[in-house]
């Protein structure tokens, strides 16, 4: 009895072994091209080789059943709860037969292969598994849309009552319940136009706030401006979003091909004058930022206070990056427009300090901008993570000081862990540095003299923006992140277990393991032989 529930739980190591080798180990050597995926074929045969040839055809054929498994129940766990599991049950019963005729496995072992795909899955869907080297699963929130865009929505992270600790601020639309059409005698779904405000605190968990208990006026203009659903869509003050075309007009007149480019850029000029008639010609406007405060872009003027001083001059910029520390008690406040603009108050009001030109640095306008403190010598760096990231420090002689740069354009700085403390890292998207696709995952990097230093990197797939914050007052930050094709927000806090050293040793000890039973197995057959001659 003994026997058989031990020889059952290996079976369970194993299973859990081969889930986390596949996807920490296989799947992650192969995405970065590293030894590890030259060396995978050879390793694999060898250890495969080590198992006697009576039961290697099984251990292969075990191993391949259950990464099938894990692979086709990832691909149903979309649906809801009693169909996954059913689609699951459908999976088991579809396989056994085949691999009970091809390789004599057993109903049992197959049973747990099932069981524990279908467990993992069910605790780290989504390949959240792919995370665990370097980060640990806090909390995933709700599906906060429903409807056919497939772009994540925008999201941030501010402390909203001033207790030391972030809340997470987003929108989505599944407050409201989607208007069901009949046609035909079919129905359809229709989603929701109007959305609303989601915001997260960790409490004991990450639990979202009632509506009720939020300053909506007060979070919406925090909420960062992205175009959603551009230029089809508009999303009014109010958070709903509203079509500038129908689908007849627009499939009519994009099919009349020698005017489809015109009736595009029209389509899209019209959006952004909507936007601009809806906000009574204001760009851009921040309440705070650093001493700076109620700063307005709007009509050709950036206008605002200083420590109370006001200022109002031109500007042909349209948004506002920030403040940005100068060293020495100085403070500028950086804008952006076709240029980069650094202004810094001075005796005779807010005078232009710095200019990054676009003969500098390519498509500024369409720049992503980062403001820290890099080499912490007190004066802030400016780092834009588009079309080539580049880490620019403003000299005193209006000058740009280069601190690093890269011409990969598929890398992008995302956040800052850790501001000014010893463990600070720069959460980044890198790609492979031997393989030629632009496919990134997110990496962190700690700044050297030398320049960025890689730290660690994590291949959870289709990572779209990364935001660092202290969500639980710890005092270290974690992680907050959207991915591609998920309307949900995931939030991770990084550990230092070497998981990926842990799995190469149990690799090894695997390994020398099949070495000592291969040993035994060979002596006791030439133990048989000699007794049989």
């Known amino acids: 009895m003994l026997r058989t529930i031990g020889r059952y739980a290996l079976f369970v190591l194993y299973c859990l072994y081969i889930h986390l080798a596949y996807h920490l180990l296989l799947l992650g050597s192969f995405a970065d091209w590293s030894l590890a995926a030259l060396l995978f074929v050879p390793i694999a045969g060898l250890m495969f080789w080590l198992v006697p040839p009576q039961q290697r055809k099984a251990a292969i054929v075990y191993t391949l059943t259950y990464i099938f498994f894990d692979q086709a129940i990832q691909r149903v766990h979309w649906m809801e709860t009693h169909w ?31 069981v524990i795909a279908f467990t993992m ?49 987003t929108i989505g639309n599944t ?47 925090l909420v960062p401006q992205e175009y959603i659903g551009f230029p089809y869509y508009i999303l009014t003050d109010d958070l709903r979003l509203e079509p500038l075309v129908t689908r007849q007009h627009l499939a009519e007149s994009m099919t009349q091909f020698g005017t489809a480019p015109f009736r595009s850029l029209l389509m899209n000029t019209e959006n952004i004058r909507f936007l601009l008639e809806q906000k009574g010609g204001l760009y851009d406007e921040v309440r705070e930022t650093g001493r700076f405060t109620d700063v307005r872009l709007a009509k050709g003027r950036l206008s605002g206070a200083y ?22 008690g100085r403070e500028g406040l950086l804008v952006k427009g076709m240029n980069i603009h650094l202004y810094e108050m001075t005796e005779g009001g807010l005078t232009e300090t710095h200019v990054l030109t676009r003969a500098m640095q390519t498509n500024l306008a369409q720049s992503n901008i980062l403001i820290t403190d890099v080499n912490r010598n007190g004066i802030e760096e400016l780092t834009i993570a588009f079309p080539y990231t580049i880490i620019l420090e403003p000299k005193a002689n209006g000058e740009w000081d280069i601190l690093w740069g890269t011409r990969e354009r598929s890398f992008r700085l995302e956040s800052v862990m850790n501001p000014g403390t010893e463990d600070e890292t720069l959460l980044a998207m890198s790609k492979s540095m031997l393989r030629a696709s632009d496919v990134n995952y997110l990496t962190g990097f700690t700044y050297t003299d030398e320049g960025l230093q890689r730290e660690w990197k994590v291949f959870l797939p289709a990572v779209v923006r990364t935001i660092a914050g202290d969500l639980d007052g710890d005092g270290r930050d974690e992680i907050v992140m959207s991915r591609a094709g998920i309307h949900k927000l995931y939030v991770w806090a990084p550990h230092n277990i070497p998981v990926i050293e842990i799995l190469s040793g149990l690799t090894v000890l695997l390994a020398a393991g099949l070495a000592v039973y291969r040993w035994r197995w060979q002596h006791a057959k030439q133990g048989q032989s000699q007794s049989r001659s």
Do not use: C
Not at 84 to 112: C, D, E, M, Q
Not at 307 to 328: K, N, P, W
């Open 121 to 169: 899955n069910a605790v780290l869907p989504e390949r959240m598994v792919q995370g665990l080297s370097h980060l640990w699963p806090m909390a995933v929130t709700d599906e906060l849309y429903y409807g056919e865009l497939s772009d994540p929505f925008p999201f941030t992270l501010a402390d909203l009552n001033g207790d030391g600790r972030d809340e997470i601020i």
């Open 307 to 328: 420590d109370g001083q006001a200022f109002d001059i031109a500007s042909d910029a349209t948004q506002i990056i920030g403040a940005i520390q100068l060293g020495e």
């Open 84 to 114: 996954f599991i059913l689609n699951s049950l459908f999976i088991g019963l579809f396989i056994y037969p085949i691999v009970r005729w091809y390789a004599k496995l057993k109903l049992i072992p197959t049973i747990l292969a099932l």
């Open 175 to 221: 407050d409201s319940k989607p208007r069901i059409v009949r046609i035909d005698e079919r129905e359809y779904e229709i989603e929701s136009p109007q959305f609303s405000l989601f915001v997260y605190e960790w409490n004991n968990g990450l639990k979202r706030i009632p509506a009720e208990q939020l300053d909506a006026e007060r979070i919406k203009a």
